[in-house]
């Protein structure tokens, strides 16, 4: 299993986005991170179509779009003629989240399913061979540059445990918090996607900073 770093455009330079993404392409990321968010799934307003457009011109790297929205299907398709690869959606706001996943992948997406901090695991294991991502989150969305949740690292493990017994080969993806001093445990609990935001951006070489938060992806003792 290797280390995927997916760059959060959150926290980049909105006013020089393309070239923001272009470094981090030439840094080594895997995937461009986009937060969707409506205002009222969580109190902040981001992206939408138009973004993801300009983020697939300037990239040629997967977008992983993240929604923290309600009522996310009214988005699919737009999002998926934009160039989405994988779009994300919350299981907390998603009732039938069996048949939103499925219009994902029929979209030729990846089809992702989210948990907060407080909502248990169980909110997926019926939908369990339905998704090819699982994202937890290690903050309460809504805001880059918050602290990584320490418990999160148990349910990480968890959440490793629960793939494996499925046969699920779905990516585990955290998002939230993700910097030099968390992302080693976070590997280390079974996680193989690490989004990272300020990290890289608030970094003083954000390049650089994409190898570094990799390298430390060790195997623990
Ligand atoms: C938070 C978003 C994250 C955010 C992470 O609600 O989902 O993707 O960009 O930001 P950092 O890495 O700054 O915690
Ligand atoms: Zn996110």
Not at 58 to 73: G, I, N, R, S, W
Not at 81 to 98: D, F, Q, Y
Not at 148 to 170: C, D, H, W, Y
Not at 194 to 214: C, D, K, Q, T, Y
């Amino acid at each position: 299993m290797k280390p995927r770093i997916a760059a959060s455009i959150l926290s980049a330079d909105m006013g020089k986005l393309a070239e923001e993404i272009a470094m981090c392409e030439a840094g080594g990321a895997d995937w461009i991170h986009i937060d969707v968010m409506d205002g009222r799934f969580v109190p902040n307003l981001t992206f939408g179509a138009k973004v993801i457009d300009a983020a697939k011109r300037a990239t040629k790297l997967p977008l992983d779009v993240h929604l923290m929205v309600v009522e996310p299907e009214n988005y699919f398709d737009s999002f998926a003629r934009s160039g989405a690869n994988g779009m994300t959606i919350h299981t907390e706001v998603s009732p039938h989240l069996k048949r939103q996943l499925d219009r994902i992948r029929e979209l030729g997406c990846r089809a992702g399913a989210a948990v907060n901090p407080a909502t248990p695991l169980s909110a997926v294991t019926e939908v369990i061979a339905d998704i090819d991502l699982l994202l937890v989150m290690t903050v309460n969305p809504g805001f880059g540059g918050q602290s990584f949740i320490p418990g999160s690292v148990e349910k990480v493990n968890r959440a490793r445990q629960m793939l494996s017994t499925a046969r699920s080969a779905a990516t585990l993806e955290v998002d939230g918090g993700i910097d030099r001093d968390t992302i080693g445990q976070a590997w280390g609990a079974g996680a193989d996607t690490f989004v990272a935001g300020n990290a890289i951006f608030s970094a003083r070489n954000p390049r650089a900073e994409i190898g570094e938060l990799r390298d430390r992806c060790v195997v623990q003792a």
